[in-house]
């Protein structure tokens, strides 16, 4: 076993679970806290023949696991919900430690929504299996079939709501699962295989291995033995797994980055936008569904960016670890050379800063909140996801122009719309996204689709579109 790591009084495994054992590596990497830097401690890195255990445990633990009803799967996973519960705060500190997530959102959001992630798609796929379709000439007896050994890897940003949103259905469907963390915050996904553990799953029912994207997780995506790869991360990735998920014909779910329009209409509530306009820097804006683009009519522009500007004044940047901080760090030292040099970059071409745009006197990986104007559709910092505390703003004339700027870029993820209720829904109708919030932002509820269009990516994750995901999908015809 490697090194137990101490956060805040828990000790977290930096070793993989597979076979419902700790399995440690000789082979180990640094990890480190965006906050301040310090040396959290060293993780197992995942080799060939932990992928391949991983996969083996999986393999066996699927049909003795398939074959049970889903009503005698919940309980299992209720467990699994609350043992969850029992974690709650280390779950808090930790990913907060580890990833730089706000405390609040980790209290109040992300912890509560983890838990109801496994147990909502286990109430939910009770009535999987009940859904004949019923002609003069035969009934359907539509089959919801478990798919086999599912791969689920996940990024930096939410390790634990990411990860529990692909398990709580893959599971609930009778798949078993191995969990790829993403290497620069992997401790909360390791608490989950304690969670696990003590809620009883079957050994090889769900499994972690750590490690390296480029190697760990791209032998798992590689496998012929999977029966699914469901991924969120970026695009440059997302190509990868599907070349490799592809080669051997194995569905890919893919969940990617944003870079979708914050609207403020002429007729928009100016201080309720600006409000909602400033959460945009939550999680220093490492939030894939944020809007990001602010798109806002000539004739408010000015009063909304002095309303918006006087939100972002208030906002406490600082440690995530307490609950009144807003805006914390940029999750890695490359990450944050990456969004100045965004910004930098944008100056040099004409840009003008509204506000921010230095590194945040608070640490070494902190940016300021900021907000970039004056500039073209196909500049850089429009077309191209910042994923750091750096918004963009353009001004229209009219709802022909908006449209073409709104759907200008090639991601299509979700958006936010500000204006009178009928005009908003109406350019919302327009704006080509997954989603889109009119009035409010980051409502969202289990059963309602999740997903992006063109390069924000493919497929829909939520009720029951998770299922057809992770299920093989059957028709019995019984004749009349
Ligand atoms: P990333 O693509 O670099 O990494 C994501 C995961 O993929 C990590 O676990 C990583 O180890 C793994 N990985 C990397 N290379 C791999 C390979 N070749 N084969 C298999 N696995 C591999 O993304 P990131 O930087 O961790 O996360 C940020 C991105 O995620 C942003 O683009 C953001 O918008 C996106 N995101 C999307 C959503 C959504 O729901 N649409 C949600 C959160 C984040």
């Known amino acids: 076993m490697n090194t137990p790591i101490e956060i805040a009084g828990a000790t977290v495994s930096p070793d993989h679970f597979i076979n419902g054992k700790r399995v440690a590596s000789a082979d180990t990497f640094e990890l480190h806290s965006p906050i301040d830097q310090a040396l959290l401690g060293r993780i197992s890195e995942g080799r060939p023949e932990h992928v391949e255990a991983a996969i083996q445990a999986a393999e066996a633990a699927f049909p003795a696991w398939s074959a049970l009803s889903a009503a005698e799967r919940k309980p299992y996973l209720d467990r ?57 000439q035969a009934q359907h007896l539509v089959r919801h079939a478990p798919a086999g050994v599912v791969v689920i890897i996940t990024p930096w940003n939410a390790p634990l709501m990411l990860s529990t949103w692909k398990l709580g259905p893959a599971l609930a469907a009778g798949n078993t699962c191995i969990l790829k ?130 939100q972002v004044e208030q906002l406490k940047v600082g440690d995530p670890r307490e609950e009144s901080t807003e805006v914390g760090p940029i999750i890695h030292p490359r990450q944050v050379g990456r969004v100045a040099g965004f910004v930098e970059r944008a100056v040099a071409g004409g840009a003008k800063l509204l506000w921010g745009g230095q590194r945040h006197a608070f640490g070494a990986q902190y940016f300021q909140p900021t907000m970039v104007s004056g500039l073209k559709q196909s500049d850089e910092i429009v077309q191209n996801e910042v994923f750091g505390p750096v918004l963009t703003l353009q001004t229209f004339a009219d709802d022909e122009q908006l449209i073409a700027m709104a759907n200008g870029t090639d991601y299509g993820l979700g958006g936010v719309c500000y204006g009178e209720t009928g005009h908003a829904t109406a350019v919302a109708e327009r704006v080509r996204t997954g989603f889109i919030w009119i009035n409010s932002f980051g409502i969202r509820d289990l059963a309602a689709p999740f997903g992006g269009i063109k390069r924000s990516g493919v497929g829909r994750e939520g009720g029951d579109w998770s299922f057809e995901f992770f299920c093989d999908v059957k028709d019995i015809v019984v004749p009349k």
């Open 181 to 310: 963390p993403p290497e620069w915050a992997p401790l909360s996904c390791s608490l989950l295989a304690d969670a696990a553990q003590a809620a009883g799953l079957p050994p090889g029912v769900f499994n972690v291995v750590q490690g390296a994207g480029a190697t760990t997780g791209a032998q798992l995506v590689a496998d012929p033995r999977l029966a699914r790869v469901s991924f969120t991360g970026s695009v440059p990735t997302a190509k990868l797994i599907a070349q490799a998920a592809g080669a051997n014909l194995v569905p890919c779910s893919l969940e990617l980055g944003g870079k979708s329009p914050f609207i403020v209409l002429e007729d928009a509530d100016i201080d309720n936008a600006a409000r909602t306009g400033a959460l945009m820097y939550r999680n220093a804006g490492q939030v894939c569904l944020a809007g990001t683009r602010f798109l806002v009519h000539e004739r408010v522009a000015e009063a909304f960016t002095a309303a918006m500007k006087a």
């Open 80 to 136: 699994f919900a609350e043992e969850i519960g029992k974690r709650a705060e280390t779950l808090c500190q930790v990913e907060s430690r580890d990833a730089g997530v706000l405390l609040s959102r980790m209290r109040h959001g992300v912890v509560p929504r983890a838990m109801l992630n496994i147990s909502w798609f286990a109430e939910h796929a009770l009535d999987l299996q009940n859904r004949p379709i019923e002609t003069e």
